[in-house]
């Protein structure tokens, strides 16, 4: 295929997209059981995610790569600097991975000084210098550890120089010192990031770039900062990722946004009393900017803030808003980006960063991601989107690459296009499409134009004329019912015009005309009524035409497509017949709800397609050419009840995926038996009426699958020889109504559902809570009727809720609960099972889904509690003292009855750390 997987985007800090709050580094005998262990449990009351960890419990002194991933993974720092914290070496190189996130992107660094002096730490004296000491002698002619030495003393005396707090614990109440510090840090989390880029490609240096120009993480000097370049470039973009990146250092936090046109559209003295409501919530009303001045510097002066100035253009804007150093307190940043590097020097702003363009390979995986959702494409691909991604600064109608709204209306509307513009890409924010007047010749200019990608936006009229210099043309709702006559692109790569306005389309061009054309859609084009000759499009690997509704024919030329690996025409409900198929390459055929469609396409030779789908179709027969369907991997189908199944489906060499819904199977004989293979991994045949005659082949064919549903069928007796199938986990049975026996379990199976299968003997239920299933683990069954819990089962409840006390650890356990029937119809909405160990609630992870609880049912989870995240269950629990565990099954009413029951593995748990009194 051309377009390869795609991969995840570039993502960045630039919006808080952290795993935890709070990273705690601590040295465990200082404080594990005293200062943070309360600092730990008051953070985390207050629902702030924080990690903490049980060193203790590792051995070696070297730090994990998982303890690295987790620092990486956090917002704040909070490291608790206690007497004993330098005597440990995997504390001080968890220090150093902490600064160097820090340096890396600004993260808060917030140092606990507990029962040291800040000089100490800073100056390398008292037991820390002791300590320090120590390593030495023990890293003695050791270069390497030398080396790690001077970063540990280096992480120290950056950590010194942070805001920080000093607590004694002979000064003052421990929980009043914790409870300033949660205060603090939840009000830091509670900062809303500002919305950056949907692909922050290369932006990660030029933000690491800004930092360095300034000393963040101090309390000294106030600074001012200008970020300058060309119009359109990415200064605000910069800014946004600087602003989020660093916010968490200040105490106060703005961003003017476009004081160009806002102080123009609403005067300065309004940005100057937006300022102040951001920065010290001070709601005012200014009439002039000489009475902002005054209360903006007395307000400020003490205050350490980031202030962020977008898109200054006049001296007096900054004079207003930022006339002094002395207007902010220690440690404040003002940042300003604007297009005039002479304004900033007249400002007296010595610090300044000219932001750089993207280099060529950044250009070109931006422009991967925005024009079609891939980093990774076919080299193919790679060399039409090069040819796009050179940048010419100046006026937009002399660029190489428009991006901005505001540009391209002003090329389009005022005719300004010239041959040196290559790439348009247009994409208005959502609450902002506006509405392009043009007169539709205005690309003819453009005769080099190579990428045009038009995302929203209404045009007053469609194009008179496309560029034949087009490699890719992206143009939802493309507003014309025709193509070009003119238009003849060599090159063209990629064309996608899905809910257009197209009638037909007709590429008029040779055959040399489209010969690069690999993808091509067409997708949700209402008034396309016919797919023409595309026979010129050799090289067409792609084509999607889904959900043209008036779509009644299909040139055959389309079957005939040597390269075409996806075709997929879902949706045509008007669509009556499918040219005949026979090109080797197709790998993906899609025709499902082509309702009136009543033939499946011939295949004309031997086939490589590995998937093929058609849901809610009205076929009733597959032909004798289906048999050359010998490559395929994956095959879904759902009929009406009418479409009989060939044999051959049972015997096709490599199908491991079978999904077939309202089918009917053929009739068994000696042939069938013995066409039957053992490819299936994964078998779905849902109300297909299987009769008890037919399951002992589904069984054969079933050999090798891991997941079986059986679902809506009619057989009465699940075989014995299910234990046949040995690799089987998941086992559905739900709405067989038949189903009155079950003569034998497959030997691993983990999860049996057996919901509204009302007629099972009650034999066929206790078969299914037999211990010897269960005592394992890990399996989830549910089945229809209500059956009392097991005598296996240590302890009982009738209700919702079930308890005991343990010790140590949380134990591994089974639940098992049965649901009373009170009314025909009846179920209850539940949420997945809380566990609550002394008051803390933790959502249970295992339940696989079961969000719906059945009255008449009965549940069986013999599988271990987990909670998420497992370490913040851990760390509740009490070490050598009982701990009381309840588990709770929530619902939407309370009227039916349950009764539930816990089993505790006794192979796993010391039943001494276990009672179901209050010991």
């Not at 977008?310 to 900054?318: I, M, P, R, S, Y």
């Not at 709800?593 to 490589?608: G, V």
Request: contains cysteine; hydrophobic residues 35%.
């Amino acid at each position: 295929m051309a377009l390869l997987q795609s991969s995840v985007p570039p993502s960045s800090s630039f919006s808080y997209g952290f795993t935890y709050d709070v990273f705690l580094s601590f040295r465990g005998s200082d404080t594990r059981y005293g200062f943070t262990e309360n600092l730990y449990r008051a953070l985390c009351h207050k629902g702030i995610h924080t990690f903490i960890d049980d060193r203790e419990l590792q051995g070696g002194d070297e730090i994990t790569p998982s303890l690295f991933k987790a620092i990486e993974e956090s917002r704040i720092f909070i490291p608790v600097l206690s007497i004993n914290y330098a005597s440990s070496s995997f504390c001080l190189d968890e220090l150093v991975h902490i600064i160097h996130c820090f340096k890396e992107s600004g993260r808060l660094v917030l140092p606990i000084f507990y029962d040291v002096e800040p000089s100490h730490v800073r100056h390398h004296k008292g037991s820390y210098g002791k300590a320090l000491d120590d390593h030495i002698k023990k890293f003695q002619n050791n270069k390497d550890n030398m080396e790690r030495l001077q970063k540990w003393k280096m992480a120290l005396t950056q950590t010194s120089n942070f805001s920080g707090h000093h607590f004694n614990p002979g000064n003052g109440y421990e929980y009043k010192y914790i409870k300033k510090i949660v205060k603090y840090v939840s009000n830091k989390i509670n900062h809303v990031p500002l919305y950056v880029a949907d692909y922050p490609v290369g932006l990660k240096s030029r933000v690491l770039k800004v930092t360095s120009c300034v000393d963040v993480g101090s309390n000294g000097e106030v600074q001012m900062l200008g970020i300058y370049g060309t119009g359109g470039i990415g200064k605000t973009t910069l800014a946004r990722a600087v602003y989020n990146s660093i916010a968490d250092q200040f105490d106060g936090l703005c961003f003017l946004h476009d004081v160009r046109e806002n102080s123009s559209k609403y005067g300065l003295e309004h940005l100057q009393g937006k300022l102040l409501s951001k920065l010290v919530e001070l709601d005012v009303e200014l009439g002039d900017v000489n009475e902002g001045i005054p209360i903006i510097k007395q307000r400020l002066h003490r205050k350490k803030v980031l202030l962020i100035l977008d898109d200054v253009h006049e001296l007096k804007q900054l004079q207003v808003l930022a006339g002094e150093i002395d207007w902010f307190g220690p440690g404040s940043k003002v940042i300003i980006t604007t297009r005039d590097k002479q304004l900033l020097a007249s400002h007296g702003i010595e610090r300044t960063y000219e932001i750089d363009k993207l280099n060529e390979n950044e250009a070109l995986e931006l422009l991967r991601w925005k024009a079609l959702k891939y980093n990774k494409v076919d080299s193919n691909f790679n060399g039409v989107l090069r040819c796009a991604v050179t940048y010419a600064p100046g006026e937009p109608g002399r660029r190489s690459r428009l991006w901005f709204c505001k540009d391209i209306i002003d090329v389009l509307e005022a005719n300004k296009g010239s041959s040196e513009i290559e790439i348009i890409y247009l994409e208005f924010p959502s609450s902002e499409e506006e509405v392009i007047d043009w007169k539709g010749d205005e690309l003819k200019k453009m005769q080099n134009l190579k990428t045009l990608i038009v995302k929203n936006g209404t045009f007053s009229k469609g194009p008179n004329y496309l560029p034949n210099s087009l490699r890719v043309l992206e143009w939802p709702k493309y507003p014309s019912r025709i193509i070009p006559s003119d238009f003849c692109p060599k090159k063209l790569s990629i064309c996608k015009l899905k809910e257009s306005d197209l009638s037909s389309f007709e590429l008029r061009g040779t055959v040399k005309g489209f010969v690069n054309m690999r993808e091509l859609n067409l997708d949700k084009c209402q008034y396309l009524t016919r797919i023409h000759d595309v026979s010129n499009l050799p090289n067409l690997e792609i084509f999607s035409f889904q959900y043209c509704k008036n779509l009644i024919e299909i040139h055959k030329s389309v079957g005939f497509l040597n390269k075409l690996e996806i075709l997929n025409a879902m949706g045509c409900s008007k669509l009556l017949s499918f040219p005949p198929l026979m090109s080797t390459s197709l790998q993906y055929l899609e025709l499902s709800y082509c309702e009136s469609r009543k033939s499946f396409p011939e295949i004309l030779r031997e086939m490589n397609i590995t998937g093929l789908t058609f849901l809610s179709t009205s076929i009733e027969k597959l032909p004798v050419s289906f048999q050359n369907l010998t490559g395929l991997r994956r095959l879904s189908i759902e009929g009406n009840g009418m479409l009989r199944l060939p044999s051959i489906i049972c015997s096709m060499p490599n199908l491991s995926v079978v999904y077939v819904r309202g089918c009917i199977w053929p009739k068994v004989d000696d042939k069938l038996s013995s066409m039957v293979t053992s490819s299936a991994e994964h078998m779905h045949l849902r109300n297909c009426i299987l009769s008890d005659e037919f399951l002992p082949i589904i069984v054969m064919w079933s050999a090798n699958v891991s997941k079986l549903d059986l679902s809506g069928n009619n057989f009465t007796i699940l075989p014995e020889c299910i234990k046949d199938c040995r690799f089987l986990t998941d086992l559905i049975l739900d709405d067989c109504k038949c189903l009155r026996e079950i003569r034998g379990i497959p030997p691993n199976l983990k999860h049996l559902s057996a919901k509204y299968c009302k007629s099972l003997i009650s034999s066929a239920r206790n078969m299914l809570l037999n211990q010897e299933l269960h005592e394992a683990g890990g399996t989830i069954f549910c089945f229809s009727g209500f059956v009392r819990i097991p005598e296996w089962f240590d302890h009982q409840n009738m209700g919702h809720t079930i308890s005991f006390w343990f010790r140590n650890k949380l134990p591994s356990m089974a639940l098992c609960f049965s649901t009373k029937s009170v009314a025909k119809g009846f179920h209850m909405s539940t949420k997945r099972p809380i566990l609550v160990i002394d008051g803390n609630n933790y959502s249970l992870s295992s339940f696989h889904g079961y969000d719906i609880m059945l009255t008449h049912h009965t549940y069986l989870y013999a599988t271990e509690l987990k909670s998420r995240p497992v370490n913040n269950l851990n760390k509740i629990i009490l070490k050598n003292e009982w701990n009381h565990a309840e588990v709770i099954f929530e619902h939407s009413n309370v009227e039916p009855l349950t009764e539930i029951g816990i089993h505790f593995f006794k192979h796993e748990n010391n039943m001494d750390d276990i009672q179901f009194t209050n010991p």
